[in-house]
Nanobody
Framework: QWQFVESGGGLVQPGGSLRLSCAAS????????MNWYRQVQGKQRELVGG???????NYVGSVKGRVNISRDNAKDTVYLQMNSLKPEDTAVYYC????????WGQGTQVTVSS
């Protein structure tokens, strides 16, 4: 059984930046389209955006213009670069394969606060 491993979260001040990473044990991420999600405590998990195997990206909602999803196939890692962070971006961030019902990883906590 594989699992996704998200990392790179932390505490950052409003206006700051973070780069989150998504890796996996047991599967080859570069073979799949990947999505990033986030979940605010007490709310449903929501889609942030995604990247295809070929590198095409899409973004959803309030993060548009402030985030960039990329992938490094040599490292088999997917990234979520977040800029101009706002307190409302505070959430646990997860990655997952697009169109698969994979188990969720533990996610990485992002807290935006002064």
């Amino acid at each position: 059984q594989w699992q996704f491993v998200e990392s790179g979260g932390g505490l950052v001040q409003p206006g700051g930046s973070l780069r989150l990473s998504c890796a996996a044990s047991g599967i080859i991420l570069r073979s799949y389209d990947m999505n990033w999600y986030r979940q605010v405590q007490g709310k449903q998990r929501e889609l942030v955006g995604g990247i295809t195997r070929g590198g095409m990206t899409n973004y959803v909602g309030s993060v548009k213009g402030r985030v960039n999803i990329s992938r490094d196939n040599a490292k088999d890692t997917v990234y979520l670069q977040m800029n101009s962070l706002k307190p409302e971006d505070t959430a646990v961030y997860y990655c997952n394969r697009r169109n698969f019902a994979d188990p969720w990883g533990q996610g990485t906590q992002v807290t935006v606060s002064s």
